[in-house]
C-alpha cells in the first residue's frame, strides 16, 4: 500500500475498501470482464452459448490454480497470458477455446481496473454522504457560535463557526456533484481488440462492448482505443480537488487547535499518547494524516499527464504508470476521506474561546460596522477616514478602543456610550452567517440522505 499510514490508521474502520485494492480482487475484477465477454459473445451468437455458461461457471477465484500461474510466469514474462492460461485450464477443452475471444489483454486489464476503481469509488461516495451529514450536524449546532473571521492570516470581521463550515459544505457538495457527473466517462469498459478497431470481431464488436459494459454496470468507449487514457486522469484530478477541500479543513483544524489559539480540538480518546518524552502532548493525529497524504495525492495528476500524451495506439510504459497511480491515488484517498469522516464526527468546538478570540481586539473587528453606520450620515470615503484614524492610532499604540470612540467628538455627535457598546460586540456583526449556515446544513443532510439510498 503506498499511502501514508501511523498509528492512528490501525483504529479506523476502513469500510472493506483495502480489500478492494487487493490482488484478489484484481484477479476477481479480470473474470468478472471474462465471464460478461463470453455471455456477451453468446448472446451476439459469436460464440456457443453452452461455452460461455462454463467460461462464466471457471472464472470463479477458487477454480485458479495461482500456483500454476506463478511457475508459467517465469518463464512467458507476461503479465496476463498466465492468468489466461489457468483460465482456460479451469474450463474444459471444447470452452477453452473462446476465452478471451477476441480482444486483448489491455482490453481486460483496464476494463478490470476500472471496475475496480468503480467499486471503490462507491465506497468514497458513501463516505461523502457521511461526511456531509456529520458537516450539516456540525454546522446547525454552531450556525451562532461567534468566532474571528480571519483574512491574510489577521481578524477580519466576525463570523460564526457554522459559516465558516458551511463553507465547507458548499465544496464537498461540488465535489459530490463532480464525482457523479464524471461516472459515465470514467467507468467505460473497452473491448475494441489489438488497436480498438474490432478487427476480431468486426460485425457485432459494439454490441459486445456496450453488452460487457451492461453486464458489469458500466458504459461502453465511444472509440475503444488503449491510446485514450483521458478518463482516468479526469478520476485522478477529481480526486485531487476533493483531497484539496480535505486538506484545507484538515488544515484549519490543525492550526486553530495550536493552544495559542485554541478554538477546536480533534476528539480525544482516553489512553492515546502523543509522545514517547512529552507526556503532556496531544497531537492532531487526523489532521495531519489528511494533510500528508493530500499533499502526495496533487503529484499523482502531473505524473499522468506526462504519460498521456505517448504516441500510438498503445504503450506499456503509460500503461505501467497508470496502473501505478490509479491504484496510489485510490489508497491515498481512502486514508484521507477515512479520516475525514471521523473528525467531522468527533471534532470538538470550545466556544467560550472562540467568543473569547472575537473579542481579542476589543472591538476593533467591528470597525467596518461603525463605519458602515456612520457612512449613512456622512457617506462611505469620510466614514472610512473618520473610523480608520482611531482604529490605527488605537492598534498602534495599545490603546482602548472603546475609550476612543466615546471621547471623538464626531462619533459622540452620533452614538452614546451604550450604542457604541452595542456596535463593537462582536455577536452583532455576523451578517447572514446563520441563516447561511442553516440553509448550507440542510442541504447537507438532504445530499447525504441521497447517498445513503444510492
Known amino acids: 500500500m503506498r499511502a501514508f499510514y501511523d498509528s492512528k490508521s490501525k483504529s479506523i474502520n476502513d469500510r472493506g475498501i483495502h480489500h478492494l485494492l487487493t490482488d484478489q480482487t484484481k484477479y476477481e475484477s479480470w473474470l468478472k ?14 460464440i456457443p452459448e453452452a461455452a460461455a455458461e462454463e467460461i462464466e461457471e471457471a472464472a470463479k477465484l477458487e477454480n485458479i490454480d495461482f500456483d500454476e ?8 514474462s507476461h503479465g496476463f497470458v498466465p492468468f489466461l492460461k489457468v483460465l482456460v485450464k479451469a474450463c474444459s477443452q471444447e470452452a477453452g477455446k473462446y476465452v478471451h475471444y477476441g480482444i486483448t489483454t489491455q482490453n481486460v486489464q483496464q476494463s478490470g481496473q476500472l471496475y475496480v476503481v468503480k467499486l471503490v469509488h462507491e465506497k468514497f461516495m458513501k463516505l461523502l454522504g457521511e461526511i456531509l451529514q456529520n458537516l450539516g450536524e456540525l454546522t446547525e449546532k454552531e450556525k451562532d457560535t461567534v468566532m474571528p473571521g480571519r483574512t491574510h492570516g489577521r481578524h477580519a470581521i466576525p463570523i460564526t463557526y457554522g459559516y465558516k463550515s458551511s463553507v465547507w459544505i458548499s465544496e464537498m457538495l461540488a465535489h459530490v456533484e463532480r464525482m457523479k457527473e464524471a461516472e459515465k466517462r470514467v467507468f467505460q469498459i473497452m473491448t475494441g481488440g489489438a488497436v480498438g478497431t474490432y478487427a476480431s470481431m468486426p460485425e457485432v464488436g459494439p454490441e459486445v462492448q456496450k453488452r460487457v459494459a451492461e453486464l458489469l454496470g458500466m ?13 482516468k486522469l479526469e478520476y485522478i484530478m477529481n480526486l485531487q480537488l476533493l483531497a484539496s477541500s480535505c486538506h484545507k479543513m484538515a488544515e484549519e483544524v490543525y492550526q486553530t487547535s495550536l493552544e495559542e489559539i485554541a478554538e477546536v480540538s480533534e476528539g480525544f480518546k482516553e489512553g492515546t499518547v502523543g509522545s514517547s518524552t512529552m507526556p503532556h502532548k496531544v497531537n492532531p493525529k487526523l489532521a495531519k494524516g489528511i494533510i500528508a497524504n493530500a499533499q502526495k495525492l496533487y503529484s499523482l495528476g502531473s505524473v499522468g ?11 506499456s510504459s503509460r500503461d505501467m504508470v ?11 484517498m481512502t486514508e484521507i476521506l477515512l479520516r475525514m469522516e471521523e473528525l467531522t464526527r468527533t471534532i470538538v468546538i470550545h466556544r467560550e474561546q472562540m467568543k ?13 460596522y461603525l463605519m458602515m453606520e456612520i457612512a449613512k450620515k456622512l457617506g462611505k470615503d ?14 498602534a499604540y495599545g490603546e482602548d478602543f472603546f475609550e476612543n470612540l466615546t471621547q471623538d467628538e464626531r462619533i459622540k455627535e452620533f452614538f452614546n456610550e451604550e450604542e457604541i457598546k452595542t456596535l463593537i460586540d462582536p455577536e452583532n456583526y455576523i451578517g447572514l452567517a446563520p441563516l447561511i449556515a442553516s440553509r448550507m446544513a440542510k442541504k447537507a443532510c438532504e445530499v447525504a440522505k441521497e447517498l445513503e439510498k444510492e
Open 69 to 76: 500461474m506463478e511457475r508459467i510466469s517465469k518463464t512467458v
Open 356 to 368: 473569547e478570540n472575537a473579542w481579542i481586539n476589543e472591538g476593533l473587528d467591528n470597525s467596518e
Open 33 to 46: 470482464v471474462e465471464a460478461a465477454l463470453a455471455k456477451a459473445q453468446a448472446e451476439a451468437k459469436l
Open 219 to 231: 458504459y461502453p468507449m465511444d472509440v475503444p482505443s488503449r491510446n485514450n487514457q483521458i478518463m
Open 322 to 332: 497508470f496502473n501505478g497511480i490509479i491504484e496510489e491515488a485510490l489508497q491515498l
Open 382 to 395: 469620510e466614514a472610512h477616514s473618520l473610523i480608520y484614524d482611531i482604529a490605527i492610532r488605537t492598534a
Open 305 to 315: 499527464l506526462y504519460s498521456s500524451v505517448r504516441p500510438y495506439e498503445g504503450d
